[in-house]
């Protein structure tokens, strides 16, 4: 049995009704067609934190625990009753789940898979609104409490550290910190995972890679921030650069059906992500931090379908064949993305009714 930490489950936000919403009966009707009954056992691990694809759980008998497993301990991140649902922002994106799904007790669930929930949140207006708005709402908890898979270790003197902490921060990922000159327990874990001080910043992934110093490639590599894009594929689009500009030609050509990806150097957002606050963007009367902007304007892009590749800077573009590849380069590696020919992907607009 493992030994489970003090619970600080998230369902105590003051915003519950929104990050834990109750579906109805007739919501649940319209995503039961796009999944399958699932009898559980107690303890039964539905998903493991870390699995590469996520999946979707409405609780329909009985319920459910979202727990962050940490080494042989488990913190409690919420429990889920019948009506609510799984999932947060790596729905969208693709990336590896931070959080293990264990049925609390027997019952049933209905399991949906990421595609489904995808074209769903395409078609269905009244649940792509709920969804996106408990998925959003939930990342910026887990961020606030630090129920991350990510141990920052460091200084916050340290360039290197305050670099990764920006990093992981403006791409929104939630993860802890363990300052040197402050957490009396810092050098005992240096010592477990056998690093010295002239090591850091290290980052410990998931409880089993450490990172010394690492790059922000070698990060995005280590969470999975891209494996979930094929780099290969032929795209109607590619646009360097996830700063507004870019951001914004996401939305507008994704939402067009047009297949696109995204190629950032660091994180989506560009400059404007840093701005504590914007109060000049249209449609934001009293402002909007940059962050948060970068955070909404990068999901709705994830929304029409496009894609993202962080850590991945794009050196060159050649024009000279078709399909035009462009050339990226993140640490030692270098891939082409292509673009110019029309995609398989059903051409249709998608983000209006
Ligand atoms: C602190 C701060 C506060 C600001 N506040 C305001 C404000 O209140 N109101 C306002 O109107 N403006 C403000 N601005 C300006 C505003 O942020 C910029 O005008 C806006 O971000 C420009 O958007 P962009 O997408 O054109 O370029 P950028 O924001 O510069 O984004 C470009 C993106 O492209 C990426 N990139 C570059 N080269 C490559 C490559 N080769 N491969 C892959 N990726 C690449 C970069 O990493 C970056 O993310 C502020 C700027 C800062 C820094």
């Not at 606030?144 to 898979?149: R, W």
């Not at 993202?308 to 050649?318: D, V």
Request: glycine share 10%; hydrophobic share 40%.
């Amino acid at each position: 049995m493992k030994n489970t930490t003090p619970p600080v489950p998230l369902a105590l936000t003051s915003r519950v009704d929104q990050v834990f919403p109750m579906l109805t009966p007739e919501q649940i009707a319209r995503l039961a067609v796009h999944g399958q009954v699932r009898h559980v056992q107690r303890g039964e691990v539905l998903m493991e934190a870390g699995e590469q694809t996520p999946r979707f759980f409405v609780v329909t008998a009985g319920h459910i625990a979202i727990v962050r497993p940490s080494g042989a301990t488990e913190a409690l991140v919420a429990v889920l009753q019948p009506g609510q649902f799984t999932g947060e922002l790596t729905m969208l994106s693709g990336r590896r789940g931070i959080v293990r799904i264990r049925a609390g007790e027997s019952g049933t669930v209905i399991e949906v898979e990421r595609e489904h929930v995808l074209a769903l949140v395409h078609t269905d207006g009244e649940l792509s609104e709920i969804l996106l708005r408990a998925f959003l709402l939930r990342r910026v908890e887990l961020i606030a409490q630090g129920f991350g898979d990510v141990v920052l270790v460091g200084s916050r003197h340290s360039a290197g550290t305050l670099r990764i902490q920006a990093f992981l921060t403006r791409n929104g990922h939630p993860y802890s910190t363990i300052d040197l000159d402050r957490d009396a327990g810092a050098q005992a874990l240096l010592d477990r995972f056998q690093v010295t001080v002239d090591d850091v910043p290290v980052v410990i992934c998931r409880g089993e890679v450490v990172l010394r110093n690492p790059t922000h490639g070698q990060i995005a590599d280590c969470l999975g921030f891209n494996e979930a894009i094929d780099h290969t594929q032929v795209r109607d689009l590619v646009i360097v650069g996830a700063g507004p500009a870019g951001l914004s030609a996401a939305v507008y050509s994704a939402s067009e059906g047009l297949d696109v990806v995204m190629l950032e150097t660091h994180a989506p957002g560009g400059q404007a992500g840093s701005s504590s606050k914007i109060e000049n963007y249209l449609g934001f009367p009293t402002g909007i931090s940059g962050q948060e902007l970068a955070t909404r304007a990068y999901t709705q892009a994830q929304r029409f379908g496009a894609h993202l590749l962080i850590a991945t800077s794009a050196i060159r573009l050649a024009c000279d064949r078709k399909p035009y590849p462009s050339q990226t380069w993140r640490s030692s590696k270098a891939w082409a993305c292509t673009m110019g020919r029309r995609s398989s992907r059903p051409r249709r607009a998608v983000g209006k009714r």
